[in-house]
């Protein structure tokens, strides 16, 4: 399991400029309890085992000029704690929106969750609605600090 803080989004346009973005919205859902919400807490927890924890990240990315080219972009997450273990997570980009939720750590009934993605409308798979195919992975060891994905 992976205790991540929610981090930046950085991309370079084609002008040579940077935009660093922080995200605007996360949320925790997992098989364990899969009508809670957890938008409201200040870590992720990200396991690929059983239970199946994910974790989910939303940018605004409006301050990114129209027609700008896009040439590299990086996710940077903070590992607080978690696993000895080097583990392999992977990042997916989201099909449907979602709503974050307010529920803390210790999660409470609500939305989003792993069956619905805003109130009264589920995913169309349980668990998140995302590409297969991966962005990136990135192989996170057991120390903590900072861990990217080239996306």
């Known amino acids: 399991m992976l205790f991540i803080s929610v981090g930046l989004f950085t991309m370079h346009a084609q002008a040579q400029s940077t935009v660093t973005l922080t995200a605007t919205a996360d949320n925790e859902i997992w098989t ?3 009508g809670f919400n957890y ?10 085992g059983s239970p199946i924890d994910r974790a989910m990240i939303k940018f ?7 027609g700008a ?10 590992k607080t704690s978690g696993d000895a273990n080097a583990q392999t997570f992977a990042v997916h980009r989201m099909t449907n929106d979602w709503t974050e939720g307010s529920a803390g750590c ?3 009934a609500g939305v989003s969750n792993w069956l619905q993605r805003v109130t009264g409308t589920n995913w169309n798979t349980a668990g998140g609605d995302f590409n297969a ?3 990136a992975t990135t ?3 057991g120390s903590v600090g ?5 996306v």
């Open 39 to 48: 938008g409201g807490c200040n870590l992720l927890y990200i396991d690929g």
């Open 32 to 34: 364990g309890n899969t």
């Open 60 to 66: 605004d990315l409006s301050s990114i000029p129209a």
């Open 146 to 150: 900072n861990y990217s994905w080239n």
């Open 106 to 108: 210790g999660g409470t």
């Open 133 to 135: 195919t991966a962005e």
């Open 69 to 78: 080219t896009i040439t590299a972009a990086t996710l940077t997450l903070y």
């Open 139 to 141: 192989s996170v060891g």
